[in-house]
């Protein structure tokens, strides 16, 4: 199915003047029809999605971009699409561990707090 840009923008809840934007960065390239209006299709909302995932992982708008580009060259920058995906798969991990030792910290604090509340508790 295919959408003019308003109708894009409802389907995506993005607004007529975020996808300019995003086209205008070269995030995404719509289609044109013959009168010059953009042509949205199915393939644009799951390009879409995909973006905003890359987007939610704090991937650099610079690389999103870059990305994007490679997408639209083809099939011959898989490889170094693959690579920027593994980057940013690493600095996620790298995040993860540390929001995890984080966690640790922070729980052990809670479980010496709670301890000595606990005993001021049965002192009183």
């Not at 719509?30 to 973006?51: A, G, H, Q, T, V």
């Amino acid at each position: 199915m295919n959408y003019h840009i308003g109708e894009f923008s409802k389907k995506v809840e993005l607004s007529i003047d975020t996808l300019r934007y995003y086209e205008k960065i070269g995030l995404i390239h719509p289609e044109r029809d013959d009168i010059n209006r953009r042509i949205y299709c199915e393939r644009d909302i799951s390009w879409l999605n995909f973006i905003f995932r890359l987007k939610a992982t704090n991937m650099p708008i610079k690389q999103i971009q870059y990305y994007s580009k490679l997408r639209y060259m083809g099939d011959i920058t898989l490889k170094e699409r693959l690579k920027l995906l593994e980057k940013q798969m690493n600095r996620l991990h790298i995040q993860k561990n540390n929001i995890e030792e984080n966690i640790l910290h922070l729980e052990r604090k809670i479980g010496i707090y709670k301890e000595k509340i606990k005993k001021q508790e049965v002192n009183k």
